[in-house]
Structures are given as structure tokens and as C-alpha cells.
């Protein structure tokens, strides 16, 4: 594993972009596996939890709105960790960074299913604050350097090697639900917990072996150079109304579908699948082109943002369209909500790359690392609009007007964006009509 440890800077780009053009390198190969294990083994931790949980924590005395703090709180958390995570990735370390988030994660998952023993009321509710809350940090160190290293490694293919990683991130949301509840119902609360944190740790010791060591220099940029920029603004509201979503459908989904359709949390896991596989299908595909057609991210984005809008307001459906709720129409706008995902979220992380680079920012990992760190940020705000504001929603009006709510969002995020490309498409031409005309003067003044 020697040559993997030599310092990122000394391959030259050109030898990048020939190894990502004809066949990968080792080097390549074996990010490649470590980013999927870490993907998977990470997602299938954190969605665990949807189908049972909020049963559980209901029998332990919280209400509605405190399970969707639970949930929340462990978005702030992520949030300030993606922000110094971000920041600090080259001064840290992207490997030392990975490996310390998984250590931590498998700790406070594995602590998680010991908290049925707690009794139930302030104590049990006190416990899953703090706990998530430490997981939450160990999540976006994994996460921050993970994204930050792939687009290092894989420069000119980023939103390729994404699309295909999140193949592996969808297993993991598709097998945690079902495996979860199925282990809920067999063996009880906390063997799903125990197990897959356990899992989680074995990521410890396989990515120290496989994952090489990165080195860089640090950066002079900051988050606030980033974003102020419209266009990086506006696409972080997109990824914002993505993971509010989710947020949203992770603390209310499996209580609406027990309740409405008498479900069990088995079958609620089922249930989820239809928003997962149609993510885990999609995104290679998404990637593969958004890279290779990079012109159509932004169109991307936009249809992506509708079709989700349109998910989530049938999703009850809203009231207002009286449309009785049924069960196959809830699995069928899970499964558009599920690809609208992965045409939506795939092209934001390259986009805002690409939009950082044209206006100056240094090309490498720190740069790399704000923009994983931003991107982890945004998204965990999302996370903690989405359950708990979905949650008030829902315990005060109903699960078909929270969901429409989030709806909105969506249609709102795509709106902004669609505007914003318009506008910009006269500067561009103006701009691309001046440049010809220089390069038809030029030889003239030359001669």
C-alpha cells in the first residue's frame, strides 16, 4: 500500500484525465470500493430507524412533534459538523477524517439499541437527543470527506462515480427499513441497532487498509465566498427542499401508513422500498449523463423539482383535490418522488463545483472539501426543517397538508431556478457574441 500513501499533488492532471478517460487506476479502484462500503454500511445505519422507531419512542411518552426533534436534532448537529468538517478537511485530514466519523457512528449506533432500557418520559427523550446528536458528527465526517475525496480522485467524472456510489447509498436505504423491522418484530428494539453498528465498525479497519491518503494544500476560501454567488445560492435551496423531504417522510411516513392502511412496521419498510429503488436505479443513469451533457444539469434540476412537488402533494393526496387516500397511489408517488431524487440531487454537487472553479476558487481538495462540507450543511438543514416542521404540521393539521407543504417547496426551488437560467441565457449569448467578434477583429489589428 506504499504508493497509494504519496501526496495527491505530485500526479499531474493530465495523467488524471487519461486514467478516467481509458481505464481506472488502482488508486482509483480501491476509492472506489472504500466510498461504497462507506455509503452503504452509513446509509443502512441511518435509515434504520424510519420504520419502528417512532412507535417505540411514542410508548416511551413522545409526541409527534418530539419525534420529529429527535430527527432534527440530529441535522443540527450534521450541520455544523459539515461546516467544520469542511473547512478544516486538508489541516485534518480526509482519511483520519473518515475513519474517526465511522469509529463514532458504530458507537452511538450501537448505544441507540441499549436505550430501551431507559425509562421511559424525560430520561429516554434526553438520551436519543444527545446520542443522535454525537452520531450526527461522526455522519458528517464520514460523509464530508467521503464526497471531497471522490471528486478528487475522480475529477473529470464526478457525477458519474456519484450516480454509480449511490447504487450502493440506495442498497443501504433499501435494506435498512425491511432488515430493521423485520429484526424489529423478531427479535425486538435493540438486535437491529446492535448488529448493524457492529457492521458499521468492521468499516473501521477494512477502509484503513484500502482507502490511500490524500494530501493537500490549504485553502484561503471561504463559505461565505461561496455563497454569494446567486446561482450556488439557489441551488443549495434545491438540495434544502430535497432533504426537507425526506426529513419529512422519515418521521411521519411510517405513523401515517400504520394508522391510515393498519400496516405493520415490516410492511412499512416495504413500504420505503418504493422510494428507494427507484433512487438507487436512476442515479447511475443520471450521472452518467449530466456528465457527459453537463449542459443539461440545470433542466435537470428543474423537471426534477417538479416532478417532486407533484409527488409529495398527491402523496395524502392534499386535501383540496379530494382524492380518497389509497395504498398503491402512496407507493406509486413514493416511486416518483424516489427518481425525481436522483434527477434532481445528482447534478447539484458537480454544478456547484463547476460554478466555484469559473470564479476563481482554487482547484483542489480544500476547495473540494467546502464545497462537500456546504453541500452537507445545506442538506442537513433540510434534514432538521423536514421532521420537524413536517412533524408540527402533521400533529396539528394532517400528514396530506404536511406533505403538501413540502410540495410547495419543491415547485417553489424550481421556479427560482428555472427564472434564474432564463435570465441567464441572453447574458450568455451576449457574452459569447463579443468574444466572436474579438476573435474576428484580432487578426485584422494584427496585420
Known sequence: ME???GPERTEPPAAEHAASSSSMTRRQVLTL???????????MCYSILGPFFPTEAVKKGASQTVIGLIFGCYAVSNLFGSLVMGRYIVQIGAKFM???????SSGCTIVFGLLDRVPAGSAFITMCFVVRSIEAVGF??????????????????VATVLGSLEIFTGLGLIMGPPVGGWFYQSFGYEVPFLLLGCFLLIMVPFNLYILPNIVADPSKDSFFRLLSHVKIVLICYVIFTLSAGLGFLDATLSLFAIQMFSLSPGHVGLIMLGLSLPYCLASPLMGYFTDKYPATRSWFMVTGGLATGVGFCLLGPVPFLHIPSQLWLL????????FSLGMTALPTFP??????????????LSTLGMVSGLFGAVWSLGMFYGPTVGGLLTQHLSFEWAAAVQGGLAFM???LLAVFYLCQRPQQRVAEDGSRQTDEITPLLNE
Open 3 to 5: 504508493p497509494l500513501d
Open 33 to 43: 470500493i472504500s466510498m461504497a462500503s462507506v455509503n452503504f454500511s452509513s446509509m
Open 98 to 104: 473518515l475513519l474517526a466519523g465511522l469509529f463514532l
Open 140 to 157: 458528517a465526517a464520514v460523509m464530508t470527506s467521503s464526497f471531497a475525496v471522490t471528486a478528487k480522485i475522480f475529477p473529470n467524472n
Open 331 to 338: 407507493v406509486l408517488m413514493l416511486s416518483v418522488i424516489g
Open 351 to 364: 454544478e456547484i463545483i463547476t460554478c466555484a472553479y469559473e470564479n476563481g476558487f482554487q482547484e483542489g
Open 413 to 415: 426551488a424550481a421556479f
